[in-house]
Every structure is written in C-alpha cells, then in structure tokens.
Nanobody
Framework: VQLQASGGGLVQPGGSLRLSCAGV????????IGWFRQAPGTEREWVSC????????YYADSVKGRFTISEDNAENTVYLQMNSLRPEDTAVYYC??????????????????WGQGTLVTVSS
C-alpha cells in the first residue's frame, strides 16, 4: 500500500494549487482519504477528508469555501483543489487512506497509510 502525494509548490497569496494523492498498488475506492498539513513548529492539522461510506466530504473551518476535495476512481486519485491561498496555508501536506466511515475521517490516528508529503509555500 503506497500513497503518492504531489502538486505542491510556491504560489502567491490568492493563487491556486491542486494536490493529488494517488494510490499505488491498491484502489482508493472504499477507503476514506484525508488531507492533513503540518507547518514548521506546529502539530499536524486536519484539513479535509472524504469518507469511505458515502463519499461525504468534510472541511476544517480554516479552509471551508476555499478548498475542495474530490476523487477520480478511474485515475485512482484524490485531489485537493486549493483556491484563494493564504500565507498561513504554508505547510507540508499529507494524504492518508483507510476504510473509515463518516466524520471519523477527520481523526488522523485512524489512518494507517500515509503519503510522503508535498510542500506548499504561499508567499509573495
């Protein structure tokens, strides 16, 4: 089971990025996918997730209305579209996968499989 996160980079405030989380060697279908981030000197923070039971989506208040999580089963990939980026969004972003139902996907310790992280820097 391997997750590959990609799509990070340097973007100006107000800009957009799309992060990808691809499953390698297994299908992401029937698994909840969570996005988490960690800025230097801070604890890991939950950002968004999509549950494995009914594809419900959840967002942290700090990103609600700006970020959108979606999945493409044909590509075996989950995306995090990030718009109106702010300097405080700067962090390493990680994706995680596991069969988790409903809002339980907001709980990082429930996930057993994690990607390697991709760095997002929002700066002018």
């Amino acid at each position: 089971v391997q997750l590959q996160a990609s799509g990070g980079g340097l973007v100006q405030p107000g800009g957009s990025l799309r992060l990808s989380c691809a499953g390698v060697g297994f299908t992401l279908d029937k698994r909840a996918i969570g996005w988490f981030r960690q800025a230097p000197g801070t604890e890991r923070e939950w950002v968004s997730c999509i549950s494995s039971s009914d594809d419900s989506t959840y967002y942290a208040d700090s990103v609600k209305g700006r970020f959108t999580i979606s999945e493409d089963n044909a590509e075996n990939t989950v995306y995090l579209q990030m718009n109106s980026l702010r300097p405080e969004d700067t962090a390493v972003y990680y994706c995680a996968a596991d069969p988790i139902y409903g809002s339980g996907c907001m709980d990082g310790p429930r996930f057993g499989s994690w990607g390697q992280g991709t760095l997002v820097t929002v700066s002018s």
